[in-house]
């Protein structure tokens, strides 16, 4: 099974902010998703389930894989993100780490002048 299908599968189970559009996009590219069952919500950090009978884990690399090293082919994406304000989702498949998938956001070019109104109109929190 391929990692975005088990990851989107778990992610149906999830709060999280980017569940829903994991979701989208495995569907939309026609995957066929299953229902997770024993999902545990790791706050802040992730989520594990089972998925088909696969042992799924998802979220921070702290979560996923401790302090054990990274495979080589993971290297290079660690390195090109390693400064930059991105979400690394790390997946384990059976306890093996099978992709790491990488989601951001580009500052719309809008954005500055939206916060400087929004402090104008008194709002002084924004996040």
Same mark, same amino acid.
């Given at each position: 099974d391929g990692p975005l299908r088990l990851l989107a599968s778990l992610e149906q189970a999830s709060h999280h902010v980017l569940a829903d559009s994991i979701v989208r996009i495995a569907r939309h590219g026609n995957l066929l998703l299953s229902q997770p069952c024993d999902v545990r919500e790791h706050r802040g950090e992730g989520l594990e389930g089972q998925v088909d009978?696969?042992?799924?884990?998802?979220?921070?690399?702290? #979560?996923?894989?401790?302090?054990?090293? #990274?495979?080589?082919?993971?290297?290079?994406?660690?390195?090109?993100?390693?400064?930059?304000?991105?979400?690394?989702?790390?997946?384990?498949?059976?306890?093996? #780490?099978?992709?790491?998938?990488?989601?951001g956001d580009a500052i719309r070019e809008d954005a500055l002048g939206t916060v400087e109104a929004l402090r104008s109109a008194g709002i002084t929190r924004i996040v």
């Open positions: 009978g696969i042992s799924v884990v998802a979220g921070s690399r702290p #979560l996923v894989l401790g302090n054990g090293p #990274l495979p080589n082919w993971a290297e290079s994406g660690e390195r090109r993100y390693r400064d930059t304000q991105v979400l690394r989702v790390f997946v384990t498949i059976d306890g093996r #780490l099978a992709a790491v998938f990488t989601f």
